[in-house]
């Protein structure tokens, strides 16, 4: 597991307001890795940002990490008012693409098709997808994890070529497990964003059961290349206990990844597991 970089994936969602604040932030960001002061930082971690896509190609030139984008469309150009296809992506400087996320088919309305649709296209370009699945609470209450989990997986890799499988990061998300905060802002008092996160017990064994999909999908050899992460109210306080399973690729950080008075602990959390 630990020849591969952790994938650090930081989803920014709908913050902050504007390009000033996004700029301070990736300053922020960037001062706190150069304190770190390691010299092999990204051969071990790789970072990815995915600011709104407003700000894409705005912020400066990273000398480290990668630039996400939160959504895609899966034509390549036309009629699609406020939808952003692959190549806008590319040319915005982005490395990679999440495709799935929850809030997306929640709110949105995604469906398994179109989440599949997306993949391909992603693939037929020059970005990385960061697919994402999981399941709802009632899912949850009702033991149906193991079936959306497979079902969301086998849907969404439809015509996706072994060759291609390496290039896929996975995130396991549960859905109840996601903070819902419109404002970063809200935390606890100590410094800390509120929300449950899963087990890492229980995300080992979901981890576990992803490898066994995709190797009935695909050559073992090849689903051995495929990242999986987790994503779900990580923060500062839990990170060790995910890390400790010694199971996980990456990581998908949503609201704590807008305060570095949390993503730095969590990154160097993640950085010092990975030198071990």
Not at 102 to 112: I, L, Q, V, Y
Request: aromatic share 8%.
């Amino acid at each position: 597991m630990k020849n591969k970089p952790f994938l650090l994936v930081a989803n920014w969602k709908m913050n902050p307001l504007t390009l000033k604040e996004a700029d301070r932030i990736i300053k922020s960001l960037e001062k706190g890795i150069r304190a770190m002061n390691k010299k092999d930082f990204f051969q071990k971690i790789d970072l990815v940002v995915c600011p709104p896509s407003v700000f894409l190609g705005r912020l400066p030139n990273s000398s480290g990490f990668n630039w996400g984008i939160q959504n895609i469309h899966w034509e390549t150009r036309g009629a699609f008012t406020g939808e952003l296809s692959v190549k806008m992506a590319e040319d915005a400087r982005c490395q990679y693409a999440i495709v799935g996320h929850s809030e997306r088919r929640k709110f949105f309305g995604e469906k398994d098709q179109g989440v599949n649709q997306k993949i391909l296209s992603v693939l037929g370009g020059n970005l990385n997808p960061i697919l994402c699945i999981g399941e709802t609470k009632e899912e949850r209450e009702q033991n149906k994890t193991n079936d959306v989990v497979k079902n969301q997986i086998y849907q969404a890799l439809q015509n996706v070529s072994a060759l291609n499988l390496p290039r896929i990061a996975i995130a396991y998300e549960p859905v109840w497990a996601i903070s819902n905060m419109s404002n970063p802002a809200i935390q606890s008092s100590n410094n800390t964003y509120l929300n449950t996160a899963d087990s890492p017990d229980d995300v080992m064994g979901v981890t576990i059961l992803i490898r066994k999909i995709l190797s009935q999908m695909y050559r073992s050899d090849i689903t051995k290349k495929t990242k999986i992460l987790y994503g779900g109210s990580v923060s500062q306080r839990n990170i060790d206990g995910f890390l400790d399973t010694d199971i996980l690729d990456g990581l998908l950080i949503g609201g704590a990844s807008l305060s570095m008075f949390e993503f730095l602990p969590i990154i160097k959390s993640c950085y010092e597991n990975r030198s071990k």
